[in-house]
């Protein structure tokens, strides 16, 4: 979403910080440059207009221009402004109120307002633990009840039994009594859209709220529609009156000025986005995290958050004992694979890590994409169960069935049998003897400078189990050790400054070195 954002300012900034001194003039340059480029992300211009005056204002007093790095403070008062704009500190659903807690879902047609409904009512079923009923008010579009049934169905959420005939309002009423009856903590209303805003619309959502006196007023707006998304907000608001907004298809290739608009137009915070098309993919909004991602500083926390909420703990657990050992198979190759496509692919967790979010284009142009992990994947599928606990045993015969099996060919498969070993040495130096073996010395010193206790495999710390103000105060040592910077490195381990091997930098710690001989990228020199 924030890609072309990214790219123009990182290179506007970078060359700020390249300077010995600047002068008023440097400032207001690179300035221009950073109201052009956020007015070409499709911002608001009054937005751009406030935003640039108050960075103008602080950037141009003289214990900026007169300070030993004055290039990295205009880096952060960008930084800070950014943050403001975005609505400071991020606020999540409120259910502080007597059970049933109702939340109103509003919107435009083709916004995302079902899907975001299930989604939501899946993430407090999950995550909270409360009970959730749904409840479809859309009367009007053909089968959206029906829709929302399914998905309560696939979600294994209560949804309300559908009466034919019924208004909305009557919907709406007979769902606060049934949560009500039922012992649920949630309802959820689902209410229909329009393709356009109009009279009819406004005076059902007023009296779907008198009927149902809802907690909380969502409205959905999909990322991709630019200002008109702002209008849309601020007329709902208008009329209706929200408490937040839910931005949806965050994860599409939009230029991220809606994003960047709404919290200001509107004072409204955003609450959650929809960042992919599972029922999992929905995430809480917090600016900090988002103003890092655009100035291209990485999001540790939320990079250590989907790590927890993806990594199965028992085999990371047997993982970590098999490394203990030095055994490294096939079989452990694959979860790893998989385990990294749950997190979001190479292209996912670049973007959070600092200073690497411009290796993307790299890796892209080297082979290295998602879709090489199910290639992968697919390889070891069609190996014997034998094969993949004992590599050795692929002779040419066996590595033409197995390339036949997954329409690949044998150097496909003789490059992943490359990476594997690679992979395999570095895991017996990892679990060797001495000192708790490599990895444990590693994680256990990365472990105790974030502040948290050892974990799995002696040392690792157990990312299930993190605090969240564990989770701020390790941004804040990241940022401290060097990580918050472009081109930072992790603490104590090398730094990151290039990247993976055979992409012209350093390797990734942790990972076995990078990821060596991985099929598509160029062999060192």
Same mark, same amino acid.
């Given at each position: 979403?924030?890609?072309?954002?990214?790219?123009?300012?990182?290179?506007?900034?970078?060359?700020?910080?390249?300077?010995?001194?600047?002068?008023?003039?440097?400032?207001?340059?690179?300035?221009?440059?950073?109201?052009?480029?956020?007015?070409?992300?499709?911002?608001?211009?009054?937005?751009?207009?406030?935003?640039?005056?108050?960075?103008?204002?602080?950037?141009?007093?003289?214990?900026?221009?007169?300070?030993?790095?004055?290039?990295?403070?205009?880096?952060?008062?960008?930084?800070?402004?950014?943050?403001?704009?975005?609505?400071?500190?991020?606020?999540?659903?409120?259910?502080?109120?007597?059970?049933?807690?109702?939340?109103?879902?509003?919107?435009?047609?083709?916004?995302?307002?079902?899907?975001?409904?299930?989604?939501?009512?899946?993430?407090?079923?999950?995550?909270?633990?409360?009970?959730?009923?749904?409840?479809?008010?859309?009367?009007?579009?053909?089968?959206?009840?029906?829709?929302?049934?399914?998905?309560?169905?696939?979600?294994?959420?209560?949804?309300?039994?559908?009466?034919?005939?019924?208004?909305?309002?009557?919907?709406?009423?007979?769902?606060?009594?049934?949560?009500?009856?039922?012992?649920?903590?949630?309802?959820?209303?689902?209410?229909?859209?329009?393709?356009?805003?109009?009279?009819?619309?406004?005076?059902?959502?007023?009296?779907?709220?008198?009927?149902?006196?809802?907690?909380?007023?969502?409205?959905?707006?999909?990322?991709?529609?630019?200002?008109?998304?702002?209008?849309?907000?601020?007329?709902?608001?208008?009329?209706?009156?929200?408490?937040?907004?839910?931005?949806?298809?965050?994860?599409?290739?939009?230029?991220?000025?809606?994003?960047?608009?709404?919290?200001?137009?509107?004072?409204?915070?955003?609450?959650?986005?929809?960042?992919?098309?599972?029922?999992?993919?929905?995430?809480?909004?917090?600016?900090?995290?988002?103003?890092?991602?655009?100035?291209?500083?990485?999001?540790?926390?939320?990079?250590?958050?989907?790590?927890?909420?993806?990594?199965?703990?028992?085999?990371?657990?047997?993982?970590?004992?098999?490394?203990?050992?030095?055994?490294?198979?096939?079989?452990?190759?694959?979860?790893?694979?998989?385990? =990294?496509?749950? %997190? @979001? #692919?190479? $292209?996912?967790?670049?973007? !959070?890590?600092?200073? &690497?979010? +411009?290796?993307?284009? /790299? *890796?892209?142009?080297?082979?290295?994409?998602?879709?090489?992990?199910?290639?992968?994947?697919?390889?070891?599928?069609?190996?014997?169960?034998?094969?993949?606990?004992?590599?050795?045993?692929?002779?040419?015969?066996?590595?033409?069935?197995?390339?036949?099996?997954?329409?690949?060919?044998?150097?496909?498969?003789?490059?992943?049998?490359?990476?594997?070993?690679?992979?395999?040495?570095? =895991?017996?130096? %990892? @679990? #060797?003897? $001495?000192?708790?073996?490599? !990895?444990?010395?590693? &994680?256990? +010193?990365?472990?105790? /400078? *974030?502040?948290?206790?050892?974990?799995?495999?002696?040392?690792?710390?157990?990312?299930?189990?993190?605090?969240?103000?564990?989770?701020?105060?390790?941004?804040?040592?990241?940022?401290?050790?060097?990580?918050?910077?472009?081109?930072?490195?992790?603490?104590?381990?090398?730094?990151?400054?290039?990247?993976?091997?055979?992409?012209?930098?350093?390797?990734?710690?942790?990972?076995?070195?990078?990821?060596?001989?991985?099929?598509?990228?160029?062999?060192?020199?």
């Amino acid at each position: 979403m924030f890609e072309n954002l990214q790219d123009r300012l990182g290179s506007i900034l970078n060359g700020l910080t390249g300077r010995g001194a600047l002068s008023e003039a440097d400032v207001s340059a690179a300035l221009r440059e950073v109201r052009r480029a956020l007015l070409e992300a499709d911002v608001a211009l009054d937005v751009v207009r406030s935003f640039t005056d108050r960075v103008r204002e602080k950037a141009v007093g003289a214990e900026i221009l007169k300070s030993i790095k004055p290039g990295q403070m205009v880096v952060k008062i960008v930084h800070d402004e950014l943050i403001e704009m975005l609505g400071g500190e991020g606020v999540g659903i409120d259910l502080h109120a007597p059970a049933p807690v109702v939340v109103m879902m509003v919107g435009l047609q083709g916004s995302g307002k079902t899907t975001t409904t299930a989604k939501i009512a899946n993430r407090l079923s999950a995550r909270d633990k409360k009970k959730v009923l749904m409840a479809s008010l859309d009367t009007r579009r053909p089968a959206a009840q029906e829709q929302l049934r399914q998905l309560g169905a696939q979600t294994n959420i209560d949804t309300l039994p559908i009466i034919a005939g019924q208004s909305p309002t009557d919907i709406a009423a007979r769902a606060v009594q049934a949560a009500r009856l039922g012992g649920h903590d949630v309802v959820i209303l689902d209410t229909a859209g329009r393709t356009h805003i109009d009279e009819p619309l406004m005076v059902e959502m007023a009296d779907i709220k008198k009927r149902s006196n809802p907690h909380e007023i969502l409205l959905v707006a999909d990322s991709l529609t630019g200002q008109d998304a702002v209008n849309l907000a601020r007329n709902f608001d208008e009329r209706v009156g929200i408490t937040g907004l839910v931005l949806t298809r965050m994860d599409g290739d939009g230029r991220g000025g809606a994003a960047l608009s709404m919290r200001a137009v509107t004072g409204k915070p955003i609450k959650l986005i929809g960042v992919g098309e599972k029922m999992s993919e929905l995430e809480e909004f917090h600016p900090r995290r988002i103003a890092d991602r655009i100035l291209g500083m990485g999001d540790i926390v939320s990079l250590v958050e989907r790590a927890a909420e993806n990594i199965d703990a028992e085999k990371a657990a047997a993982m970590a004992a098999k490394m203990a050992k030095g055994k490294f198979d096939l079989d452990d190759l694959a979860d790893q694979l998989r385990q =990294m496509q749950k %997190m @979001g #692919g190479m $292209g996912g967790i670049m973007g !959070m890590m600092p200073g &690497m979010a +411009g290796m993307k284009d /790299k *890796m892209a142009a080297a082979g290295l994409d998602d879709k090489l992990f199910g290639r992968q994947i697919a390889i070891i599928q069609s190996m014997t169960k034998a094969e993949r606990a004992n590599p050795d045993l692929l002779k040419h015969s066996r590595k033409k069935r197995i390339a036949a099996g997954s329409g690949t060919d044998a150097a496909a498969i003789n490059k992943l049998l490359k990476m594997h070993r690679q992979m395999a040495d570095m =895991m017996k130096m %990892m @679990g #060797g003897k $001495g000192k708790g073996g490599l !990895m444990k010395q590693m &994680m256990g +010193g990365l472990a105790g /400078k *974030m502040g948290l206790g050892g974990g799995m495999g002696g040392g690792m710390p157990d990312l299930s189990n993190i605090d969240p103000r564990q989770l701020e105060a390790l941004q804040k040592q990241a940022e401290a050790a060097g990580l918050g910077k472009p081109g930072g490195g992790m603490p104590g381990l090398g730094g990151l400054p290039g990247g993976l091997p055979g992409l012209g930098g350093a390797k990734l710690p942790g990972l076995g070195g990078g990821f060596p001989g991985l099929p598509g990228l160029p062999k060192k020199k």
